[in-house]
């Protein structure tokens, strides 16, 4: 990082209106960042920081220096960027907003094998639901989104990067579980665990209940949780039943903690999306991030697939 430490500090302790919070986001001493706050106040000569309210506030005068202090780390951010790749090297920070399921169980072993290729950049992964990460896409908070349902946004281009399959999830002791098969009509009383609104998980979900005659007033949803992983640890414990992405169950499969229940007539595909900012394709780090999962989009659909 070529930016001037205080700076930065400045900046995280503007970011999270926390001592404390920027302290944990830095790695430091809560002393120590106070100890950089005061240092730089001195320097300028006035407050930058309002603390006599429950959380800290900016002050006028630290409002124009965070403004300026952006403005400033986006141009040492770039040189950072043309100094690397001076030396053949990929560098600079890459910020990725990414749907929970991809998140968790599908983008980790990606960035590992980047981290690899790319040791010289600085990832920041956001995870959080697909209205979310289209958010940050079209404000410019990421330049890379992974997203589980569509994009409704005009400011972002997408395009299909994976095939996915929700698959409906009981206990090994549900009644179900020894059926070969159930109907859609039985889900209706069922107590259904579903993810959040504006998750997009749950709008394939009722959108595909719905084209095949289960409307989302019929069903009976027990509990909304704002995780995958909620979601499975409440079926795992007998609270529900719940459609989950196939690539998110494989150790609970294996392990025989849940159990896969097929429904008679209905399939729910879906398609994991690639979202960008509209305008030029990203370079730099976004560039060879973008590269990395087309190829792993394309060695996949040469790969024989398993069930």
Request: aromatic share 4%.
């Amino acid at each position: 990082m070529l930016e001037n430490f205080r700076l930065t500090v400045f900046r995280a302790v503007a970011a999270q209106r926390s001592f404390r919070r920027a302290a944990e986001q830095l790695y430091l001493t809560q002393p120590a960042v106070t100890q950089q706050i005061k240092a730089l106040e001195e320097l300028v000569g006035l407050p930058l920081f309002d603390r006599s309210g429950r959380e800290i506030t900016l002050t006028s005068a630290g409002a124009l220096l965070l403004k300026h202090a952006e403005q400033s780390f986006n141009l040492l951010e770039q040189a950072a960027v043309e100094l690397a790749a001076l030396k053949g090297q990929v560098s600079g920070t890459l910020r990725i907003a990414a749907s929970t399921t991809i998140a968790q169980y599908i983008l980790p072993p990606l960035l590992g094998a980047f981290l690899r290729l790319h040791p010289a950049v600085h990832v920041e992964l956001d995870s959080s639901n697909t209205e979310s990460v289209v958010d940050a896409i079209a404000t410019g908070r990421a330049s890379l989104g992974l997203v589980e349902g569509p994009p409704h946004a005009g400011q972002v281009r997408s395009e299909i990067w994976l095939e996915d399959e929700l698959v409906l999830l009981v206990p090994p002791g549900h009644q179900w579980a020894a059926q070969r098969s159930i109907t859609l009509q039985q889900i209706a009383p069922a107590p259904l665990l579903m993810r959040e609104r504006g998750s997009g998980t749950r709008e394939v979900i009722e959108t595909t209940l719905e084209a095949a005659g289960l409307l989302a007033r019929d069903l009976h949803i027990a509990m909304e949780l704002n995780s995958t992983e909620a979601i499975l640890g409440c079926i795992e414990s007998g609270v529900g039943v719940g459609f989950v992405s196939r690539s998110a169950v494989r150790r609970q499969l294996v392990m025989g903690t849940l159990a896969i229940v097929p429904v008679t007539g209905l399939t729910i595909p879906r398609n994991l999306l690639l979202l960008t900012p509209a305008g030029p394709e990203p370079t730099g780090a976004a560039g060879a991030m973008l590269e990395l999962l087309r190829q792993h989009r394309t060695q996949l659909r040469r790969t024989p697939k398993r069930r």
